[in-house]
């Protein structure tokens, strides 16, 4: 495995500092960490109703790295021949997963980087990526309010399709599930 050149700036322990800017960057930062479970609940129940037995392995493959994301194409083309009579919902499903794309994306530079102090309120995060045989550091990025205020609202936003998606295959699913009873009952009364 190849080793990266050790480099003093990366011993150093990184925490945002008591100033207006940075106070607020915390709590952002906060908000995205805190809120990831949210996503992932909402992420898990859009298959819960298709397979409950599988929609664990499924969320986790959701998230399928970026670069091997075969396995989420193959449950978002599961789920999406499950509702093909359903466009909306399908294009629907569609947009948001590759909005959660982007928004993993992201935030995994943010959390798997490096970061270094440029100022007060301003970082430079350089991303540690895994590769074939060891690890390399990708470009780094600028880091500010801005940039975590923007992951928030694209966070905001993917819970809210996420969730309206969940409802709409929860309620879906209800629905069936109550016709099937219905024909069912009568099936009996028939007999």
Aim: hydrophobic share 40%; net charge positive.
């Amino acid at each position: 495995m190849r080793s990266l050149k050790y480099d003093e700036r990366y011993a150093r322990p990184i925490q945002f500092e008591d100033t207006l800017i940075e106070r607020h960057m915390a709590v952002s930062w906060n908000y995205l960490t805190l809120n990831w479970g949210r996503l992932e609940y909402f992420l898990y129940i859009i298959p819960l109703p298709i397979d409950s037995t599988l929609a664990h392995d499924w969320m986790i493959d959701f998230f399928a790295d970026i670069n091997t994301e075969s396995k989420a194409r193959k449950v978002r083309r599961e789920v999406s021949l499950i509702f093909s009579d359903d466009p909306k919902y399908v294009t629907d499903l569609n947009d948001a997963l590759e909005m959660l794309w982007t928004l993993c994306n992201e935030r995994n530079k943010l959390v798997h980087g490096l970061w270094t102090r440029k100022g007060d309120g301003q970082f430079e995060v350089q991303p540690l990526k895994v590769v074939k045989h060891g690890f390399s550091l990708d470009a780094p990025n600028h880091i500010g309010i801005e940039q975590l205020t923007e992951l928030n609202r694209l966070m905001d936003k993917v819970i809210g399709r996420l969730a309206s998606i969940g409802a709409e295959t929860q309620a879906a699913s209800y629905l069936a599930k109550i016709e099937n009873r219905r024909k069912r009952a009568a099936a009996r009364r028939q007999a």
